[in-house]
C-alpha cells in the first residue's frame, strides 16, 4: 500500500529530486492561493488613518473670585481619527510566488517534452513560442534602439535548440533537464531586470505572462474534474467485504451532496434563483482536493495515454508543469485580489466538475453497480468498464460542461480580458502613470462591468480627482460583486463630502451589517454619530470596534477624544493598552481625564516627556502637557520648549511653542518673563489666536492689574474667545469701572440668564441697597462697594446679616479691602477684633500675615503659620515676600536676599519689592552694583515716580552722574513743585 502511494520511492534519485521539488511547489501553491482566498480582497486595500486636531474646552484649574472658585476654560486638544481605504496594494511576495511557480513550471513543461514524439514536442515548442511572443518583451527595450524583437529572438535561441539536443542529441536525466532550463530562465529574467528601459519590468513581464498559466489552470480543470468521484469510490470500496447495498448507498449519497454542493455554488453565482444559506465546500478547496488526488489517478490512467508517453517520468513531470502553471495563475489572481480572474477561476471549477461529475457518476453506476452492492474493491477495475467506456463518459462530461457553462460563456471570454486589464492597470498606477491607468481600468470594466477590481480601483482615481459622485457610483458597483468594508468606509466618506450625511451613516451601517466586527466601519460610524450629536451611539460604536481590533490605538484614541469633548462624561473609560501606545492616545487620555476634573498632577501621568523627534501632533500633545502642568517643572523641560522653539522658528508651530514656554516659565515662577512673551503674543497674534490674549488677561488678574486685564480680555473677546466676555465683566468690577462692567454684565446675563453668580453681578449696577433677608446679595454688595461705604456705613449693613459665619467673612473682606488701599490702622483694628470660626481660620491667618508684611512688624508666630496663610494667597509671590521681610527683620539678609530675588520673580510689578531689595542691598558693603541692577528691572518694569526717585539716587552712588541728571530732568516733569523740591534736597545731598 505504501509503495503504491509512494510510486516515486523506486525511481533512480536524478528522476526522483525534481519530482519531490515539485510536489513542495504544488503544495505551496496550494497553502498560498487558499490563504490568499481565506484573507479575501478587502485586506489587499490598505486602510488609511486620517486624523484631525480639534480644540477641546476643559477646565483643570480655578480663578478664586470672593464667594466662588470661577473654572478657567482651557485649550487643549485631541485628536479624531477615521479611516480611509487606499488603493489596492498588492504584496511583493505575490509577484515573487508567482514568478517562482512560473518558471518551475516551464522548466517542467520543456523538460516533459523532451520525451514526446516529434509531433507532441513540436506542438510543445509551438506553445512556448507563442508564449514567448507574448510577453512583449519588445515593450522593455531590454537592448536599447536595436530591433525590438531581437531579445524575444535570443530567449527562443536559449531555450529551443536546447530542447532539441536533449531530445535528439544527448539524452539525459530529468535533473540535468529541469535544472537547465531552470538556470537558462533565471538567466534571462536577472537580464531582463538589468538591462529594460522602462519602470518595473518584472512586474510588467508578469503582467504579460499569464496566457500561459491561465490556459494551464483550464486543462488541469477538465483534467481533475473526474478525480473527486474516483476519490469518492476508493474511499467507499477500499477494503470492504461482504454482501449488501451499503457502499452503493454511501456512494449515491456522497456524491450527491457533492453534486448539491457545486449545484448551490453554480446558482450563488448566476443568481438563478436566491437559495437559503447552506453549509458549502468553496470551489478552490474543491480544485484543491482534486490536485492532491490527482496525481495517483494521473497514474492509474496510464492505460488510456501510455501509447503517447509513460506516467514515468514524462507523464508526471507533464503533471506537475500543468498543475505548478494553474497554481501560478490562481495565486496571482487570488494575491492580487484581480475579482474578474477570481470569478473566471471559480465559476469554471464549478462548472467543469458538475458536467464531469454527472457524467463520471452515470459511468460509476452504469459500469459497478454489482460490484458496488457487493461491497467488492471497485477502484482496482476503475478503469475497466462494463458497458460505458470512459472515453465516452468523458466526452459526455464534455457535452455537460459546455451546456452548463453556455449560460455565461461570453461572460467568461470577457473576464479573461478585464482580468488582463485590470493588472495592467494596476501596473500603471504602480508607475505614477494615472492617466493610462485610468484608460485601462475603463477598459476593464467595458469587458466585465461592475468587476469589484476595475470599479474599486477607478473609484479611488475618482477621489483623487474629487469626481466624488463617479468615485460613489463605481463604489456601488464595486460592492455590487464583492463586498468589501474599504468600499463601505469610502462610500460613507464621500456621502459626508457631498453633506449626504444621513446617507453616510446609512451606508456605514449596511457595511457594518455585513462586516460585523470591523473595527474600522464601527470607528468610522462613531466618527460621524459624534458629529451628529449622537454621542451614546458615538461610544457604543467605538467601543464596539475596540472589541474587534487587533491594533486598538485609534478606537482607543477616539474613546478618549470623545471623553474629553463631552460635557459631563461619566462612563468608564477604558485602561487596555496596545503593545505600543502613540502620542494621540497619550494626548486625548490626558485631556478625557482632565475633563473628568481628574487632578492634573495625575493626569500627567498618562504623557510620556519623551525625546525630541517630534511629529506635529505629538508637537501639540508635548505643548499641551507643559502648559497644563501648574507645578514642578522642571529645568529640562523648560530647555526642551527652547530647543524645540528653535526647531520650528518661523513654523506655524513657532507661537504655539512660544506660548508653552510663556505657560511653563509662570509656572516656574518666572512672571516677568512669562508676562512679556504673554504681551508679545497678545499683540502679535492674529485674530485666529485669541487663547494668547486670553491667557494673558488671567495672568494679569491673579497679579492684580485689572485695567491691564480688562484690555487683554477685550481683545480675546474681539478675536472670538468664547469665555473672554465672563473674565471681562468680572476685570471691569474689579478695577471699579462701572458704566462698562453694568453693559458687560447685563451682555452676559443675556448670553446666561440662568447663572446664579451673573445674576448678583448684575444685580449690583440695577439695584440700590440689599435687604436683610438676601444674604448672598448683601456679601457681594460690601465686596463690590467697599470703596465707597464708611466703617460707619459698613457696619450699619454689616447688622442685616443673619449668618454669623457670612458676617465674618464680610469683616474679612473688608480688612483685606483695607489693606490693599493701606488704611493699615483700620485694617489692624478690625482684624484684631475679630473672632473667627475653624472653617475661616486660614483666612484669616493669611491677613495676619499680609498685615506684618505692610507694616514690617514681623512675628515668630506668623513666621510659624506661614504654611497655613499660602494656602489662601492668590498671590503665590507673598510666601516669598513674606520671608524676605521676616528675614531682614530677623537679620538673616543672605536669607532675605534670596526671598526678595525669587518674590520679585513671582510679583514683578509689585514697586514695593523693586524698593525694599534695592534698599537692604545698598546697606551691605559692596552690593551697589546689584543694587543698581535690581532697581533698573524696576524701572524698566514698572517706569513709577518712586522707582525713578530711587533709581536716580542708586546712579548717583554708582557714579553714573549722566543717568541720574536725566532722571532728574523727566521727574522735574512729573512730579508736583513739593514732591519734587523733595526729592531734590535728597539727590543734592547724595551728589555731594
Keep these: 500500500m505504501r509503495e503504491e502511494i509512494q510510486f516515486w520511492k523506486n525511481w533512480s534519485k536524478e528522476d526522483r529530486f525534481p519530482f519531490w521539488i515539485g510536489l513542495q511547489l504544488v503544495i505551496v501553491g496550494l497553502f498560498c492561493t487558499c490563504f490568499f482566498k481565506w484573507q479575501s480582497t478587502g485586506n489587499l486595500i490598505p486602510w488609511n488613518v486620517v486624523s484631525e486636531l480639534k480644540q477641546a474646552q476643559i477646565s ?68 512556448y513560442t507563442i508564449f514567448a511572443i507574448s510577453l512583449n518583451l519588445d515593450h522593455l527595450l531590454i537592448l536599447g534602439d536595436v530591433h525590438p524583437m531581437l531579445f524575444t529572438l535570443i530567449v527562443l535561441l536559449s531555450v529551443l535548440p536546447l530542447s532539441y539536443i536533449f531530445r535528439s542529441i544527448f539524452k539525459t536525466n530529468t535533473l540535468v533537464r529541469v535544472v537547465s532550463f531552470l538556470l537558462i530562465h533565471v538567466v534571462l529574467v536577472f537580464t531582463v531586470a538589468s538591462l529594460a528601459q ?5 512586474k510588467t513581464l508578469i503582467v504579460n505572462s499569464t496566457s500561459l498559466p491561465l490556459i494551464a489552470f483550464l486543462v488541469s ?41 457545486l449545484v448551490y455554488l453554480y446558482i450563488q453565482y448566476f443568481s438563478v434563483s436566491s437559495l437559503p444559506f447552506f453549509v458549502h465546500i468553496p470551489a478552490i478547496l474543491i480544485y484543491a482536493f482534486s490536485v492532491v488526488i490527482g496525481l495517483w489517478g ?28 494553474s497554481l501560478a495563475f490562481l495565486s496571482i489572481s487570488y494575491g492580487s485580489g484581480n475579482s474578474s480572474y477570481t470569478e473566471l477561476a471559480e465559476k469554471v471549477i464549478f462548472i467543469t466538475y458538475i458536467g464531469f461529475g454527472l457524467a463520471i457518476i452515470g459511468y460509476v ?85 461592475k468587476n469589484h477590481f476595475g470599479s474599486y480601483g477607478l473609484s479611488s482615481l475618482g477621489i483623487d ?32 463630502t457631498k453633506n449626504q450625511k444621513l446617507r453616510a451613516l446609512y451606508q456605514l451601517q449596511k457595511g457594518i451589517n455585513t462586516f460585523e466586527n470591523s473595527s474600522e466601519l464601527n470607528t468610522n460610524y462613531a466618527y460621524y454619530a459624534k458629529r451628529m450629536n449622537m454621542a451614546d451611539s458615538a461610544l457604543f460604536y467605538l467601543n464596539h ?39 494621540m492616545v497619550k494626548g486625548n487620555q490626558f485631556a478625557a481625564l482632565l475633563n473628568q476634573n481628574i487632578p492634573t498632577a495625575d493626569a500627567l501621568d498618562t504623557l510620556a516627556f519623551e525625546d525630541f523627534d517630534l511629529s506635529s501632533y505629538e508637537l501639540f500633545y ?34 504655539f511653542l512660544l506660548y508653552a514656554k510663556a505657560a511653563v516659565l509662570y509656572a516656574k515662577g518666572d512672571v516677568k518673563h512669562a508676562m512679556q512673551h504673554f504681551q508679545h503674543l497678545s499683540e502679535t497674534s492674529p485674530n485666529t489666536q485669541n487663547r494668547h490674549d486670553f491667557y494673558y488677561g488671567l495672568r494679569l488678574m491673579e497679579q492684580g492689574f485689572f485695567d491691564k486685564a480688562a484690555d487683554a480680555f477685550h481683545t480675546a473677546f474681539v478675536k472670538g474667545h468664547p469665555d473672554a466676555l465672563y473674565y471681562l465683566g468680572l476685570a471691569y468690577s474689579e478695577s471699579g469701572q462701572k458704566e462698562l462692567a453694568k453693559k458687560t454684565w447685563t451682555q452676559i446675563q443675556e448670553i446666561y440668564p440662568e447663572n446664579a453668580p451673573i445674576q448678583l453681578m448684575n444685580r449690583l449696577y440695577t439695584e440700590e441697597q440689599p435687604k436683610a433677608d438676601d444674604q448672598e446679595y448683601l456679601t457681594f454688595y460690601l465686596h463690590y462697594n467697599n470703596q465707597n461705604l464708611s466703617d460707619k456705613e459698613f457696619e450699619n449693613l454689616c447688622g442685616l446679616f443673619q449668618d454669623g459665619s457670612m458676617l465674618t467673612y464680610a469683616w474679612l473682606d473688608r480688612a483685606e479691602y483695607l489693606l490693599k488701599t493701606e488704611k493699615l490702622e483700620q485694617a489692624a483694628l478690625v482684624i484684631n477684633e475679630l473672632n473667627v470660626s475653624e472653617e475661616l481660620k486660614g483666612h484669616f491667618t493669611a491677613l495676619q500675615l499680609d498685615l506684618e508684611i505692610k507694616t514690617g512688624n514681623y512675628s515668630e508666630e506668623g513666621f510659624n503659620q506661614l504654611d497655613i496663610a499660602k494656602a489662601y494667597w492668590a498671590n503665590k509671590s507673598l510666601e516669598q515676600r513674606y520671608l524676605a521681610g521676616y528675614y531682614e527683620h530677623t537679620g538673616e539678609k543672605a536669607l532675605a536676599k534670596v526671598a526678595y530675588e525669587n518674590a520679585i520673580l513671582n510679583s514683578p510689578y509689585d514697586e514695593s519689592l523693586y524698593l525694599n531689595y534695592t534698599k537692604l542691598l545698598l546697606e551691605e558693603e559692596g552690593q551697589t552694583t546689584r543694587a543698581y541692577e535690581v532697581i533698573l528691572t524696576g524701572v524698566e518694569t514698572l517706569d513709577t515716580d518712586e522707582l525713578q526717585k530711587q533709581y536716580a539716587f542708586v546712579s548717583l552712588k554708582m557714579g553714573y552722574d549722566g543717568f541720574a541728571e536725566h532722571t532728574k530732568s523727566m521727574l522735574s516733569d512729573r512730579l508736583n513743585d513739593q514732591a519734587f523740591s523733595e526729592f531734590l534736597e535728597e539727590y543734592n545731598q547724595i551728589a555731594l
Design 298 to 325: 494521473w497514474k492509474k490512467r496510464e492505460q488510456h495515454y501510455g501509447n503517447f508517453f509513460p506516467f514515468h517520468t514524462t507523464g508526471a513531470y507533464l503533471y506537475l508543469s500543468v498543475i505548478i502553471l
Design 622 to 655: 508635548v505643548c499641551n502637557y507643559l502648559l497644563n502642568k501648574k507645578e514642578g517643572v522642571s529645568d529640562d523641560e523648560l530647555k526642551f520648549v527652547e530647543q524645540l522653539e528653535l526647531a520650528n522658528l518661523g513654523t506655524e508651530d513657532f507661537t
Design 365 to 449: 453506476i452504469s459500469n459497478f453497480n454489482p460490484l458496488l452492492k457487493k461491497q467488492l474493491d471497485v477502484h482496482k477495475v476503475y478503469y475497466l468498464p462494463a458497458r460505458l467506456e470512459y472515453s465516452m463518459a468523458i466526452l459526455i462530461g464534455v457535452a455537460l460542461t459546455l451546456v452548463f457553462g453556455a449560460r455565461g460563456y461570453t461572460h467568461t471570454y470577457n473576464q479573461t480580458w478585464a482580468g488582463y486589464y485590470n493588472n495592467k492597470a494596476y501596473l500603471e498606477s504602480m508607475k505614477d502613470d494615472l492617466m493610462m491607468a485610468e484608460r485601462y481600468y475603463n477598459t476593464s470594466m467595458a469587458y466585465d462591468p
Design 60 to 127: 483643570n484649574e480655578s480663578f478664586s473670585f470672593f464667594l466662588f472658585d470661577i473654572p478657567i476654560p482651557t485649550t487643549t486638544y485631541v485628536t479624531e481619527s477615521y479611516f480611509a481605504a487606499g488603493y489596492f496594494q498588492i504584496h511583493d511576495m505575490v509577484y515573487w510566488l508567482y514568478g517562482i511557480l512560473l518558471i518551475a513550471g516551464l522548466s517542467f513543461l520543456l523538460a516533459s517534452i523532451t520525451e514526446l514524439s516529434l509531433m507532441w514536442y513540436l506542438g510543445g515548442v509551438t506553445i
Design 198 to 202: 522602462t519602470a518595473l519590468p518584472l
Design 465 to 496: 480627482h474629487e469626481h466624488y459622485g463617479t468615485a460613489l457610483m463605481l463604489l456601488k458597483d464595486a460592492l455590487h460583486r464583492s463586498p468589501s468594508p474599504q468600499a463601505f468606509a469610502n462610500m460613507g466618506i464621500l456621502e459626508w
Design 545 to 583: 470596534a475596540l472589541d474587534h481590533t487587533y491594533e486598538p490605538n485609534v478606537p482607543l484614541s477616539n474613546i478618549y477624544a470623545h471623553a474629553a469633548t463631552t460635557p459631563n462624561f461619566s462612563a468608564e473609560l477604558p485602561t487596555e493598552k496596545s503593545e505600543k501606545t502613540d502620542f
Design 221 to 261: 480543470c477538465v483534467l481533475l474534474a473526474p478525480e473527486i468521484i474516483r476519490g469518492i469510490v476508493y474511499l467507499l470500496t477500499d477494503g470492504r467485504k461482504g454482501e449488501g447495498t451499503g457502499a452503493l448507498l454511501h456512494f449515491c449519497v456522497v456524491s450527491g451532496l457533492y453534486i448539491l454542493n
